[in-house]
């Protein structure tokens, strides 16, 4: 009865090792790891700046195209006699203006 349980011992012990040996690499990479995440957390990197300025791009694009659309539409209502219509659109002008005259984002 001795002779499995010392059997048992020896292998829980070099089963055992490994995994002790895997914590201990573990505890010791675990800074290293978590200084690269941080890292990589707190810079931008150049494509990831080009995809932020290319979103951007095409947000005020969409945002000029809307701003045609309904701009056509409201002068439109304002050529059959609607005054409303008309300040819509010219109020819709002044920012399609405004968008059109800014810089492209950076």
Do not use: F
């Amino acid at each position: 009865m001795t002779v499995p349980r010392l059997l048992a011992l020896g292998l829980a012990l070099v089963a055992l090792q490994g995994c002790l040996a895997r914590a201990a690499v573990d505890v010791v990479t675990l800074p290293v790891k978590a200084v690269s995440k941080g890292v990589d957390a707190a810079t931008t990197s150049q494509s990831e700046a080009d995809e932020k300025r290319g979103r951007a791009i095409r947000q005020r694009e969409e945002r000029i195209g809307k701003l045609a659309r309904d701009y056509d539409r409201e002068i439109e209502r304002c050529g059959d006699g609607d005054d409303e219509a008309c300040a819509k659109a010219q109020a819709i002008k002044a920012e399609w203006e405004a968008l059109s005259a800014e810089e492209r984002p950076d």
